[in-house]
T-cell receptor, first 111, second 114 residues
Framework: DTAVSQTPKYLVTQMGNDKSIKCEQN?????MYWYKQDSKKFLKIMFSYNNKELIINETVPNRFSPKSPDKAHLNLHINSLELGDSAVYFC??????????FGQGTRLTVV | GENVEQHPSTLSVQEGDSAVIKCTYSDSASNYFPWYKQELGKGPQLIIDIRSNVGEKKDQRIAVTLNKTAKHFSLHITETQPEDSAVYFCAASGGGTSYGKLTFGQGTILTVHP
């Protein structure tokens, strides 16, 4: 009974392709996030959704489009993938001012 | 926006020694400071957190201290064990309209030698 689950765990794709990463949380949290971890392990927020509404968009290229069909799901779609998009993408969730719980990550490799 | 600096970037200790990791933050409105441990191939896992109305918090071998005036907070691990080896991240949250957004430090690679 994983709290925050992401699929797929690994994703290898060619430049120019479009891909999606899915995230689901079963914690009943209202807020979900996408974070990007680069090759130097630096973690940076990309998006935040609260009750299906986008509330944070941290200057992420328009090629990245999050979608939240309900408060338990937050998917990330990436168009026209570039080499620089290679990273580990983490989904997380939290409730109010509580701690954020992270998924296991999706390692995206663009070749 | 918030900026979090974390030091050292790598830390190597012998089993049984203590380890200390320090972070500073820039936004005086930040009020929540979690610490995460990330093992290889896994997501960050919360190990301890502290809020701005508390100066110190302890959980078994792990403790965190917060100095709001100086805007810095530290993680202390006592009696380190090889399984403590991982990357540790500090983070800050809660300032203004952050909506729970975490700003992370750069991470510290802790290696505990048996």
């Amino acid at each position: 009974d994983t709290a925050v689950s992401q699929t797929p765990k690994y994703l290898v794709t060619q430049m120019g392709n479009d891909k999606s990463i899915k995230c689901e949380q079963n914690l009943g949290h209202d807020t979900m996030y996408w974070y990007k971890q680069d090759s130097k392990k630096f973690l940076k927020i990309m998006f935040s959704y609260n009750n299906k509404e986008l509330i944070i968009n941290e200057t992420v290229p328009n090629r990245f489009s999050p979608k939240s069909p309900d408060k338990a799901h937050l998917n990330l779609h990436i168009n026209s993938l570039e080499l620089g998009d290679s990273a580990v993408y983490f989904c997380a969730s939290s409730q109010g001012g509580s701690s954020a719980f992270f998924g296991q990550g999706t390692r995206l490799t663009v070749v | 926006g918030e900026n979090v600096e974390q030091h050292p970037s790598t830390l190597s200790v012998q089993e049984g020694d203590s380890a200390v990791i320090k972070c500073t933050y820039s936004d005086s409105a930040s009020n929540y400071f979690p610490w995460y441990k990330q093992e290889l191939g896994k997501g960050p896992q919360l190990i301890i957190d502290i809020r701005s109305n508390v100066g110190e918090k302890k959980d078994q071998r792990i403790a965190v201290t917060l100095n709001k005036t100086a805007k810095h907070f530290s993680l202390h691990i006592t009696e380190t064990q090889p399984e403590d080896s991982a990357v540790y991240f500090c983070a800050a949250s809660g300032g203004g309209t952050s909506y729970g957004k975490l700003t992370f430090g750069q991470g510290t690679i802790l290696t505990v030698h048996p």
